[in-house]
DNA sequence: AATCGAGCCAAATAAAATTTGGCATCATGA
DNA sequence: TCATGATGCCAAATTTTATTTGGCTCGATT
């Protein structure tokens, strides 16, 4: 699927204004309502977009904690790697996940409702591969920049 | 603002579905659409909900390069932490930014077109306080696990 | 008991989404 | 060159949704 700069300037309004209507997003990109909503349709269908979500601002809602693990493993065999990740996956507490190259192994951001929970999911961490897992917690103080979408800009400057 | 089951329940479903209908959302929470739509407009008033986002498919739509970095600033002063942050915060690459305890500073996480241009921005961060930066880049692998959301389950469960 | 405010619902209205059909463009192959 | 078919557009009709309105109930307050 190759995109025009029509659907790269519904992508790029879409990733910040997922709630838009079809109308206001039709006049933003100069389509007309049914053919704008076709173009979305596809992008979706083609997994370009989605899913859409929204932001909570958490410290109105709940106390809480939020904390970024660095990971080590001492095994890094595919079977660790395995056992992390779907340990990582099954917790609804780290919310997100990456694997990485360099002196760590994983990226980890978790949320926990106070230090004690948090204590409790950093020890089943270390649990899924014992003695084999190295975590350093480095606990957020401020958001400075919270995720708001990919610089699509930047990014298609070349492919204009 | 205290929140009842009903308005968790309207913010736990729309931070996951954020393009859901106003009807769809009524039903799922037991009101009638105008008591949801007032629900909903007194949380977002309220900044307990928003901005909305669509997660794009990166991968798909071009060629990138994704970096977790972690930061240390040699001079914690207050002016260096500022200059540093609103660096971070100029740049589009830079899609985030926290202040944590513990051994760094920052955790950034910067998408580029290609290692050369990350390049370009990993030394624009140096310079801002030239000497005094210590960067270490993390080439993401892959996303275990991409953000969906906090766990409100867990977060609210003393204060059912 | 009267009053006020908050929050709900049902129903009416306004707006948006979605479908439909027809037109233009373009690439393909006869 | 001239069908043919596929794609993508728009306008208009239709369906669905959002939004407003008004009236009701429940609790707290006076």
């Known amino acids: 699927m190759q995109l025009d700069r029509i659907s790269r300037n519904i992508l790029s309004i879409l990733q910040q204004?997922?709630?838009i209507?079809?109308?206001?997003?039709?006049?933003?990109?100069?389509?007309?309502?049914?053919?704008?909503?076709?173009?979305?349709?596809?992008?979706?269908e083609a997994c370009l977009i989605g899913p859409y979500l929204s932001n909570l601002n958490l410290a109105k809602i709940c106390r809480s904690v939020e904390v970024i693990c660095t990971v080590?493993?001492?095994?890094q065999s595919t079977d660790a790697f395995r056992s992390f990740q779907s340990a990582a996956q099954s917790h609804p507490e780290v919310v997100e996940c990456y694997t990485v190259s360099g002196?760590?192994?994983?990226?980890?951001?978790?949320?926990?409702p106070d230090m004690a929970r948090y204590n409790d999911i950093n020890d089943m961490l270390l649990d899924v591969l014992p003695g084999m897992v190295n975590i350093s917690s480095h606990?957020?103080?401020?958001?400075?920049?919270?995720?708001?979408?990919?610089?699509?800009?930047?990014?298609?400057?070349?492919?204009?």
Do not use: H, M, W
Request: glycine letters at 4%; a positive charge.
């Open 103 to 112: 002196s760590f192994d994983f990226f980890l951001r978790i949320v926990a």
């Open 21 to 44: 209507t079809n109308q206001d997003l039709a006049n933003r990109v100069g389509l007309s309502p049914s053919s704008c909503l076709n173009r979305v349709r596809k992008l979706e």
């Open 72 to 75: 080590s493993l001492k095994d």
């Open 17 to 19: 204004e997922a709630r």
């Open 139 to 160: 606990v957020v103080l401020t958001n400075v920049k919270p995720f708001r979408g990919y610089p699509l800009d930047a990014l298609l400057e070349q492919t204009l």
